[in-house]
C-alpha cells in the first residue's frame, strides 16, 4: 500500500466516525445525519475548515447511496 492509499484510507475511516460538534444533531456521526439536514446545509453553505469539507463529502455518499461502504468503517 503506497502513502496516497493509506492517507486516503485514514481520512475515509476518520470521516466515518466524525461527529458533528454543535446544534440539533450535536454528538451524532455524520453518516447519522439525515439527508435532508445535510442537503440543507449544502444550500446554506458549508462551514469553513475540515467539518465543513467532511460534510460536503456526507452529501455526496448519501445522495448516490454509498453508506454501505462507510458503516463498517465506525468504530465501536
Keep these: ?4 492509499q493509506r492517507d486516503s484510507r485514514k481520512e475515509l ?3 466515518a466516525n466524525a461527529r458533528m460538534p454543535f446544534g440539533k444533531y450535536e454528538g451524532k456521526l455524520l453518516i447519522e445525519l439525515p439527508e435532508h439536514y445535510l442537503v440543507w446545509y449544502q444550500n446554506k453553505g458549508f462551514p469553513k475548515g475540515k467539518l465543513g469539507s467532511q460534510l460536503a ?13 462507510i458503516y463498517p468503517l465506525v468504530r465501536k
Excluded at 1 to 4: I, L, N, P, T, V
Excluded at 61 to 69: R, Y
Design 1 to 4: 500500500m503506497d502513502d496516497f
Design 13 to 15: 475511516v476518520e470521516l
Design 57 to 69: 463529502q456526507m452529501v455526496e455518499i448519501k445522495l448516490n447511496g454509498l453508506e454501505k461502504l
